[in-house]
């Protein structure tokens, strides 16, 4: 059997069975949970090959199903963070509720990505796409709060993309007789104008919603911060990037045939600019650990598309590079997060306080990713970034690289907030009894912590499948030429030039650290919050006197007029309105019998009317 | 040949007369017999399709008379798949009613099987019969044993929906008597192949006439949008189970004699775009209707509503991709709305006005039924992979074959409503708080084994579709060799 | 003759359509439930009378072939139309007898007669 498929069987079956061990116990079922997520992760590290065609014969719409390198390297991120934070799931899941449902829609989720990169023709394309949809759509409700709103934006704007995408798939049917996306690359060049412009664009609004840009993104926010957090770190690490591939197949393949290209990607680029500026100032705005990462998240996807919109071979790398780091870091952040709310119940940053030393590997992997994150070097965000913003002054884009510049600076006041609000500051007595999250829960973080560190240094590892992505859509190679581009490599373009002295630099900080540390640490007096005498008054025992409340009060006054205007409030109202109007429209079923007999005499006279028109 | 179409109308109707006299013996005869007659039929028409699929379209002359004098059925592809889907659905509906709450009483539960037999038996003829007035006569069956299933409960909205029904059926059978006399006393026949053939020789005016007077007749019963008035109240006040051999069977019938009309009978392409116009008039006006609605019943009509719309539009495409895709959606619609219809009843069993509410945190209660909705809710938005994405893709590409994007981006929008009020209840199943204290009714097991065979029907087709699609292709490729049809009759090719 | 003959077909076309027209009128004008049963009727039987002017044939023979009335086939009525009528007969009885069972039920429920009294089901 083919190895693709058997992955694809198993999974499915995996969640159907795991879902039903509830009843035989707990840990078959959490057995059953990991072990349907390493299986075809092995499976696919060891048996899938690339460039090798599965046909699921069907005599109306064949299925096509096999890897190419931009898939592989995708894949490489679905899979890798499946396993990482099954893992954790394991752990943080242990004793709630509804266990059997979450794994189900988990794993046939990760499944349908799975199938999704594996994807040959656009109808499975779509199949994956929507199970991916729906599935990830019973998760954001799983906490059964504000369901009515939350899920049903969450599947509205799905709904709005997928449609979308599935009116250009019927119409790229139409226009080569082939559902094949490598019909859809080859015959797009000969198509007529219109359709040129239109499927690109439909299917950028599809692959968009996923991508969280404005304005499609209005889903992002409530459904990150809704869904529990080992499954966001899927959400946002592997999911989101779903739209991101489909855009860098569009991008790659699509428009770079047609003269408008360049305008649709300054225009993607743009929006995805200032979804990058705004959501960055929305983050700073939140109290919220879970809201704050989300609206973090849309920002860092900005970038991403920023990167894969530009699409000059210089900020495609970057993009994908960032895509991976992305996965990396955003998903350690959310099972931090996930660490915390197990371990405290809540993730306030104004409740939460000083936990560094009751959680310090968390605090560890929490640091780590936050300077990937910043775009801080040594590690794996800063290489993504200085490829950005250097190929972004490449192609001239000063404007862009501004907006950007601006936002990933603003970043450094929310991750100073997060680093501060959980970990740092007094400690209070109300968090006394927490203590470090379980094993389960700790690893995967740390190992992907490690994956940071180690990407920093050795980018080529994820380098050299993103170029075999890119060459494959007929970009030019990158690898090893990219010290001719870019000033951050050495002459072998791999590896980061800057390598000896930033370590250089890092050893004498953590010395200087660590030598502070012991001089002052026979010093050190731990305090709470309310251990203070600023001008001799004493504070109440109810006071909320925690160091991150009313964080950055003056810069938030700053840009407040920019965030004052919600474009989710406008696309509600909207909805709300016509809900209104076919509340009117629906008024003409009145209930009267003989209302709809003269209905039924007046169809008759309008037919009659038209019929000469009708029927010639 | 394993039987004779002819038995799918003497069996039951001979039953029908039958059941009343055993019933006095054995009192459970009354149930039994029916699903009986309608297990027979179900394995007749399979059969029948065996033999068609070899041996060509079967023509059985009634009482001797050839056509074009004489009444005659026509077994074809196309009307073999219709009556299959049908008769498959009556006995679905009468394993599903078996153990009905009212059989207590031996009267009601005597007429209630009695009617839900004749319902199928004039669907089942409206589709077979090859003459028209044949059909008129089938549709009054259907019509008056539909008023007498909807006014099945004492209640008092019943009632008035059964009186709306008729009010409107009433009417709508007068004006088929008027169109099928025009068409008599012009061409002098009332053999549809017959007429199909002499149709060319018709009074231009007339001709219009006369299609517009059937259109009118035949869109009360397949609830075209200005027509359908009656329609939600019905399928709201009829018994569950007659919602769904509304929305599975008697619609179905009406949508075939419409499209038999523009297919075979009448040569105005004109008629096409009529279908794709009251369509999707129909679709936008039936599933915004659907999305403020505060029982699940109403909801679900207005849904089936819609969907006929959809098939409407599908047959008004009038390719060979188009017709194909209409009826992969009939058929979707037959069992993921029988699907919902049955669910959804058990969901808000004995509650009054059965609200959409009454369904909150049934998911805990009843699991297996709301599963079942859940797996109707998504099949029937579209979403892969239940069955009813196939035929929305079928749909989708039919019409992007012929560039009519408007059309693709109006249902596309349309369906996210529909989504979105499915939605609703599927959320409030799993995610509210059940309020009453009431101990909700678990479904019986013939009811469980009828819901959970639909389901796995969704599923299956969804996850292989090819089950279906030959014999589709096959159906659609019959309906439009209109050659064929009038050939296969006037020349008894039997 | 001609002439006469002219006439009477309209006059049978007409008051059949006039029938039509005064039961269509009923039933959807008038508010009573039983004025709206007998409407239609009405309307009904316009088009039973339709249906027999079309199978209407002057000094027309019953359509039965009995020994010495062979020659006659010409000149016999259409028999189909007799036959549809008897069966749109028998159903309108049908209906009308439905129809009449309901207003029954219908006023023992709401006390009124009045159709756009009785609208709980709508929208």
Not at chain 1, 375 to 383: E, N, Q
Not at chain 1, 525 to 537: F, H, M, Q
Not at chain 2, 307 to 326: H, P
Not at chain 2, 373 to 380: D, H, K, L, R, Y
Request: aromatic share 14%; glycine share 8%; proline share 4%.
């Amino acid at each position: 059997m083919d190895i693709i498929i058997l992955i694809l069987i198993v999974f499915f079956a995996g969640a159907v069975l795991t879902a039903f061990s509830e009843k035989i116990s707990t840990l078959v079922q959490d057995i059953l949970f990991l072990g349907t997520l390493i299986v075809p992760a092995i499976l696919f590290f060891t048996g899938v090959e690339m460039n090798t065609d599965t046909i699921i014969s069907f005599n109306k719409v064949p299925l096509n199903l096999g890897m190419t390198p931009l898939s592989y390297y995708f894949a490489l991120i679905v899979m890798g963070l499946a396993v990482l934070t099954g893992v954790y799931t394991v752990g943080q899941m242990k004793g709630k509720k509804r266990k059997g449902y979450f794994y189900l829609n988990y794993i046939l989720s990760i499944g349908a990505m799975f199938g999704i990169l594996m994807s040959k023709d656009l109808v499975s394309f779509f199949i994956f796409w929507e199970i991916m949809t729906w599935a990830s759509y019973l998760i954001v409700i799983y906490n059964g709060k504000n369901v009515q709103k939350i899920g049903i934006k969450y599947f509205v704007m799905s709904a709005i993309g997928a449609y979308a995408m599935l009116m250009a798939i019927v119409l790229t049917h139409s226009l080569t007789g082939s559902f094949l996306i490598s019909d859809l690359i080859s015959g797009f060049g000969s198509w007529d104008h219109g359709m040129q412009i239109l499927i690109p664009v439909l299917l950028l609004v599809g692959f968009g919603v996923k991508a969280a840009i404005m304005p499609l993104h209005i889903w992002a926010p409530d459904a990150y911060s809704n869904s529990p957090m080992s499954y966001t770190a899927i959400f946002s690490g592997a999911l989101s990037k779903m739209g991101v591939y489909g855009m860098v197949i569009v991008f790659l393949a699509l428009l770079t045939k047609v003269p408008e290209g360049a305008l649709i990607r300054d225009i993607v680029a743009w929006m995805a600019a200032i979804t990058a500026a705004i959501s960055t100032l929305y983050a700073i705005k939140q109290d919220d650990a879970k809201r704050l990462l989300a609206f973090s998240s849309i920002g860092q996807l900005g970038y991403i598309v920023i990167g894969v919109a530009i699409g000059t071979p210089m900020a495609m790398l970057a993009g994908l590079f960032l895509a991976f780091m992305h996965g990396v870091f955003k998903s350690t952040l959310f099972m931090v997060v996930g660490a915390v709310e197990k371990q405290t119940g809540t993730t306030d940053f104004t409740e939460i306080t000083g936990l560094i030393r009751k959680m310090p590997w968390t605090f560890l992997a929490a640091l780590i990713s936050i300077i990937a994150l910043a775009g801080i070097p040594p590690l794996g965000g800063f290489v993504g970034k200085w490829m950005l913003y250097e190929s972004l002054i490449q192609s001239d884009h000063f404007m862009l690289v501004t907006l950007v510049f601006f936002s990933s600076t603003a970043a450094f006041l929310y991750c100073y907030k997060i680093l501060f609000g959980f970990f740092l500051g007094q400690e209070e007595k109300e968090w006394s009894h927490v203590k470090e999250a379980p094993a389960l829960m700790v690893v995967p973080m740390i190992i992907l912590s490690i994956i940071s560190v180690v990407l920093g240094t050795f980018p080529q590892l994820i380098m050299k499948p993103i170029n075999a992505a890119m060459t494959f859509y007929g970009m030019p190679d990158t690898y090893g030429v990219l010290w001719k581009e870019s000033m951050l490599f050495n002459k072998w373009g791999s590896d980061i030039a800057l390598t000896p002295i930033m370590y250089g630099i890092m050893a004498i900080f953590i010395v200087v650290a660590i030598f502070l540390f012991f001089r002052n640490r026979s010093r050190t007096r731990y305090v709470t919050t309310k251990d203070i005498s600023t001008s001799g008054e004493i504070p109440k025992e109810h006071e909320n006197l925690t160091f991150t409340r009313g964080f950055f009060q003056p810069f938030l006054r700053a840009v407040e007029p920019v965030m004052r205007k919600q474009i989710d409030k406008y696309m509600l109202s909207f909805a709300q309105g016509i809900e209104d109007l076919f509340e009117f429209t629906r008024r003409i079923y009145n209930g009267n019998g003989q209302s709809y007999a003269i209905y039924a005499m007046i169809f008759l006279i309008i037919l009659l009317v038209l019929g000469k028109n009708l029927f010639g | 040949m394993v039987g004779s179409p002819v038995l799918f109308v003497a069996i039951p109707l001979l039953a029908a007369f039958i059941i009343p006299l055993t019933g006095m013996m054995w009192k459970n005869s009354v149930r039994v017999i029916p699903g009986l007659v309608l297990a027979f039929m179900f394995f007749l028409s399979i059969s029948l399709m065996g033999y068609v699929n070899e041996h060509g379209t079967i023509v059985e002359v009634l009482a001797g008379w050839k056509p074009p004098i004489g009444i005659n059925l026509v077994f074809s592809p196309f009307t073999g798949f219709l009556t299959t889907l049908m008769t498959f659905l009556g006995f679905i509906v009468w394993l599903y009613s078996y153990k009905f709450k009212r059989n207590v009483d031996f009267e009601p539960s005597m007429k209630y099987f009695m009617l839900l037999m004749l319902l199928v038996t004039g669907s089942v003829g409206i589709v077979l019969t090859g003459d028209i007035f044949n059909m008129f006569v089938f549709i009054e069956i259907v019509s008056i044993s539909g008023y007498g299933l909807t006014s099945f409960y004492t209640r008092r909205d019943s009632a008035e929906a059964a009186f709306k029904f008729l009010f409107m059926g009433a009417i709508a059978s007068t004006f088929l008597l008027i169109a099928i006399m025009i068409i008599y006393s012009q061409l002098g026949t009332l053999n549809i192949a017959d007429i199909a053939e002499k149709m060319p020789m018709m009074d231009h005016k007339l001709k219009v006439l006369s299609l517009v007077f059937f259109i009118l007749a035949i869109g009360v019963e397949a609830e075209i949008f200005p027509l359908n008035g009656w329609a939600p109240d019905v399928y709201t006040e009829a018994p569950g189970p007659i919602g769904a051999a509304f929305a599975g069977i008697v619609v179905k019938a009406a949508i075939y004699a419409s499209v038999r009309l523009v297919y075979t009978m009448y040569d105005f392409s004109g008629a096409f775009d009529l279908f794709i116009i009251i369509g999707l008039i129909t679709f936008i006006m039936a599933e915004t209707t659907a999305l403020r609605q505060d029982r699940l019943k109403r909801m679900l009509a207005y849904s089936s509503i819609g969907q006929m719309g959809l098939v409407m539009i599908a047959f008004g495409i009038g390719t060979k991709e188009g017709v194909y895709a209409a009826l992969f959606l009939m058929f979707n619609h037959a069992i993921i709305k029988s699907l919902l219809f049955f669910s959804g009843s058990y969901l808000v069993f004995n509650k009054k006005n059965k609200y959409i509410k009454h369904v909150n945190g049934m998911g805990k209660y009843l699991p297996i039924t709301s599963v079942l909705f859940t797996i109707g809710a998504f099949a029937i938005i579209g979403l892969p992979p239940f069955a009813g994405f196939w035929s929305k893709l079928a749909i989708l590409t039919a019409a992007a074959d012929n560039k009519m994007v408007v059309l693709i981006a109006v249902i596309l929008i349309i369906s996210i409503l529909e989504a979105v009020y499915y939605l609703r209840v599927v959320n409030r199943i799993y995610f509210y708080d059940k309020k009453e204290k009431t101990e909700p009714k678990k479904p019986s097991l013939n009811a469980l084994v009828a819901m959970i065979s639909l389901g796995v029907i969704v599923l299956v087709i969804g996850f292989y579709p090819d089950l279906i699609s030959g014999i589709l292709d096959r159906a659609a490729a019959d309906l439009l060799d209109k050659g064929n049809y009038i050939k296969d009759v006037l020349t008894l090719n039997k | 003759m001609e002439k006469y003959l002219n006439i009477l077909n309209i006059a049978i076309y007409g008051s059949a359509v006039l029938l039509m027209l005064i039961g269509l009128y009923g039933a959807l004008t008038k508010k009573s439930l039983i004025k709206i049963v007998l409407g239609l009727s009405i309307l009904d039987s316009g088009v039973h009378l339709l249906m027999i002017a079309i199978g209407y044939l002057k000094d027309g023979t019953a359509p039965i072939f009995s020994p010495g009335n062979e020659d006659k086939m010409n000149i016999m009525v259409d028999p189909i139309p007799q036959a549809l009528v008897l069966t749109a007969i028998v159903i309108g009885f049908g209906v009308t007898a439905v129809a009449l069972s309901l207003v029954i039920r219908l006023y023992r429920h709401h006390n009124t007669l009045r159709i756009d009294e009785i609208k709980k089901l709508k929208w």
